[in-house]
């Protein structure tokens, strides 16, 4: 069996044999990363060098030297996994017992989210997360769920209506973490998640281009459930909902069209102007669920607009609130554990962006991208059903979920990032 390669830090220059753009170079010990004298800059110059290791074809790594904090070790540990996760890094045993957890919840949730919508379809998806968190968090989890006609029959009209075309049926979550095991005791968060386990656009039909990486719209299901999943294994004694929004948004006679209206369970008529834009539509009903179960904070997060990627790019996560104090602790939460997340505009002005002469609101606008400000309408949209007007509501629109092709810092596919922030807001003390 051969040794992990070494990799250390230095801050000395990289030498003139190599190229001058590299980060990374090979020693009689094993690589350096240059990371210099700018520590704004070293965790991506450490990720960037756990790529180029990566392509390289070195398969398992220790850490040797000075200067690998967690944060630095997790850079490179991200950099360095393969879109298939076969690579092995030796963390320090200082930061040993926290890094695994972070690397077993990563891998899961990028596995998930990669996987083909042949093998998670919306009652795989729900059985999936229910056999992790049933793994992580034993006899504190419970959870049931309602599939197909099981939806309108409880008034889940957006999820039924959204994936009642495919041969999949359409599935709720509703996951219980009560570490209390008091069946009274109070809901300290709900964690709703865009679970559309593969997106055609229905009649609104992406190309095929676009259609490509769909099986990630998932992503917003597996980055709360990942979330939840770090924070037990990180000691969370509070009780949380965990509440996914599972369809297939697939076409055929029976699919929902352009111009129909949902009337959903608070009584709110939504008019369909694109049925591309229908994760919205799923989460409306998770938002009112979370409203019934009187939760004290409430975060959602879907991969639900392209126009956050137009915002922010794929590097960022967008983030939109009306409660000032909540969307400064995720923030700062986001900071703190080294996730990129912008705060984009959303007033409570925004919920009136997408008229409809028909019903009391539209789904987007009949434009392209549902126009300009599309993910703010967005977010307006879902602050209609947001319980206390948004007061302790998080809405995380995740740009940079996922990865179309590899890039410097990132394999090609999902990349996990969010979850640690969402993790990290389970496990404050709200005191």
């Known amino acids: 069996m051969s040794s992990p390669v070494q990799v250390k830090l230095t801050q000395a220059e990289v030498p003139a044999s190599v190229r001058s753009k590299s980060v990374v170079f090979a020693t009689e010990n094993g690589f350096s990363i240059a990371v210099g004298n700018q520590p704004a800059d070293a965790l991506r110059i450490i990720q960037q060098a756990g790529r180029k290791l990566e392509q ?3 398969s398992e790594v220790t850490f040797a030297g000075e ?5 630095r070790q997790w850079a490179f540990a991200q950099g360095f996994t393969d879109t298939l996760s076969t690579n092995s890094v030796h963390f320090s045993v200082e930061h040993k017992e926290q890094l695994e957890a972070l690397t077993a919840t990563l891998r899961w949730v990028r596995k998930l989210i990669n996987a083909p919508s042949s093998e998670v379809y919306p009652e795989s998806l729900a059985q999936a997360v229910i056999e992790e968190l049933e793994k992580i968090g ?11 006609p099981e939806l309108v029959k409880e008034g889940f009209h957006g999820i039924h209506t959204v994936g009642r075309a495919s041969q999949h049926p359409p599935v709720f979550l509703e ?14 968060y709900a964690l709703i998640g865009k679970g559309i386990t593969f997106d055609t656009g229905g009649y609104s039909i992406k190309s095929s281009e676009g259609m490509v990486a769909m099986k990630c719209d998932m992503g917003g299901a597996a980055t709360v459930a990942g979330a939840l999943a770090l ?44 049925t591309d834009a229908e994760g919205r539509l799923v989460l409306a009903d998770g938002l009112i669920r979370a409203g019934e179960l009187k939760a004290k904070r409430i975060i959602d997060a879907a991969t639900l607009t392209g126009a956050a990627q137009v915002a922010v790019g794929t590097e960022y996560n967008a983030l939109f609130s009306v409660d000032r104090d909540f969307a400064a602790k995720a923030l700062e939460t986001a900071q703190s554990v080294n996730e990129n997340l912008w705060r984009l505009p959303l007033a409570p002005w925004h919920q009136f962006q ?11 606008r009949p434009q392209k991208g549902g126009g300009t400000g599309g993910a703010s309408n967005a977010a307006g949209f879902l602050l209609r ?10 809405h995380f629109d995740l740009a940079a ?4 092709q590899a890039n410097a810092f990132w394999a090609t596919g999902a990349t996990g990032v969010g979850v640690r922030t969402i993790a990290g807001l389970l496990l404050k003390d709200e005191s």
């Open 175 to 188: 996951l219980d973490y009560n570490p209390t095991q008091d069946a009274n005791a109070d809901i300290d």
């Open 354 to 364: 997408c008229p409809s002469a028909f019903a009391d609101t539209a789904n987007s």
């Open 138 to 148: 034993g006899k504190a989890v419970s959870a049931r769920t309602l599939t197909g």
């Open 401 to 404: 979920a996922y990865h179309g």
């Open 385 to 394: 059903f947001a319980p206390k007007a948004g007061a302790g509501w998080l």
């Open 56 to 58: 390289l074809g070195v």
């Open 67 to 71: 200067g690998w904090d967690l944060e």
């Open 231 to 274: 924070a037990i294994r990180n000691g969370l004694q509070k009780r949380v909902k965990l509440l996914l929004c599972c369809a297939e948004n697939m076409i055929d006679g029976t699919a929902y069209k352009n111009g129909d209206i949902i009337t959903y369970k608070d009584g709110q008529t939504v008019e369909i102007v694109n």
